[in-house]
């Protein structure tokens, strides 16, 4: 089939149900093309090719309106809906984003990256047709993993009440990222046992209607529910069963390492690329599990992400118990860490930046009000790290370091790291976060404390005089750098690694009066509430001049990380040049 004729829904809705199965194997083979050169979110789209072909069969996008839950499994939609070339042209493979994007096509309703939301999204489309008396389908595209998120049951509670429209279909492979965990997913086995004939059913006893489809993977029996169901006056659940992976034997065997990969073997299945340098993931795996074998109180918390510390199926059963999956629930697990600490555990919490905004109730009141010392492992908070719009990691030091009671720090280095996680695992003082350094892992031979309960102590590795760079994290070396830089233009540059990020070392910053007229800050995090503003706040009434560096407020969209650092004037050689002109304007 010429997949290149195919423009708009319009061009499927004329075939005929047998057409419509070749147009599904065409697409999978074209799909797993691209994603063994491009990478990608590779077994949920390969588990949502026939689903995706029905819904656009049997309704009228973007007249009646389909909300993707977290939207990874969107590229077969995105394919339907005027891309095509995205995903059959190696030149263009790069020109569309990994998730639903409204800028990009009308058939998109909304940027999703985040779990959890299409039934609360949906709802609220549901509910401005009604009232607006409009007249149009509207779809919430559910995966089973999306269910352990609160906001999913909250969608789901109110969209059973709106008495008209409102149809969600439940993609269930019997998987999240890894292996499914929650009450819920009993039921949903209970319902695949009894092919949906269960007495015990959740979505019936939240009122809505039910429909269970076996065979996910069959066109014509998802063409034939769908159908059923649409222009229905009340809420509906069909619930499909699928395969994460279909079609693709690596990716059905390896359910887990084939969420989400980079290039790969089409033949084998085997990565093109396998780094033999160090991560974080491992070194916080091996860190930790060594840590639980000697401290029977420690516990590792993941909210659905076990691969982003190093987790893998081995690892957790190594640890047992005491490695906790709470499914995709950040709020759960930072509230669970409260309780747990409560009950004299040490709870450690390894979290993406970016999914951590999800808890921010929970960081004030569950865990700071109340004093737990719970520690966060923040990662891929750098803008080295991810670089969807969805995902960006730039915003944790704002959002954390500025709820009262909070230790944030941020190592320079992996041996800086151990250090900073051994005294927050051992202390029971105060909540602990620990951003962890972005870009490659960067070893020191420096000697690093093994306390740090003198809080905002920090730390000056070079002594100069009329300037004085203060790099956080990932940025300190760039500060050494354009110390380096400076000390060739004749100028000695005081470097200070700052080690908190939640609160300064004022005994440090008026010492720097005596001698410095300028404070240069580079941090690996949005400006605007960052720790450079706290610097320059402080300063606000004295003669020091202040420049900080660090990112800006936006959200940005597939960016070039080296380019962004050089946009913002972040790099050792331009923050060199801008503190020379500075000292010159001053002198």
Known sequence: MDLQKIKSPTDIQSMTVG????????????????LSIRGGHIGPNLGMVEATVAL???????ADKIVFDVSHQ??????LTGRMQAFTNPDEYGTVSGFTSPAESPHDLFTIGHTSTAASLASGLAKARDIRGERYNVIAVVGDGSLSGGEAFEGLDYGATLGSNFIVVINDNDMSIAPNHGGIYDNLRLLRQTDGQAECNLFKAMGYKYLYVAYGNDVRSLVDAFLSVKDSDSPVVVHICTQKGKGYAPAEAHKESFHFGAPFDLRTGEPLHISEQQNYATIFRDHMLDAMERNPEVAVITAGTPGVLGFGPAERAQAGQRFIDVGIAEQDAVAMAAGMAKGGMRPVFGVVSSFLQRSYDQLSQDVSINGMPVVLNIFHGSVFAMNDVTHLGWFDTALVSNIPGWVCLAPTCKQEYLAMLDWAMGQKKHPVAIKLPGGAVVESRRSFPTDYSELNRSEVTRHGSKVAIIGAGTFFRTAEEAADILADSGANATVINPRFLSGLDIALLDELKANHVLTVTVEDGVLSGGFGEKVAAYYGRSAMRVACYGLPKEFRDRF???ELVKECRMTAGQIASDILGMLGAHS
Do not use: G
């Not at 419509?20 to 074209?30: G, M």
């Not at 969107?74 to 394919?79: D, F, G, L, P, S």
């Open 19 to 34: 057409e419509l199965s070749v147009l599904c194997d065409d697409l999978r083979s074209a799909l797993l093309e691209r």
């Open 56 to 62: 656009h069969y049997v309704f009228d996008s973007p």
């Open 74 to 79: 969107c590229y077969v939609h995105k394919m």
């Open 560 to 562: 070039n990380a080296s």
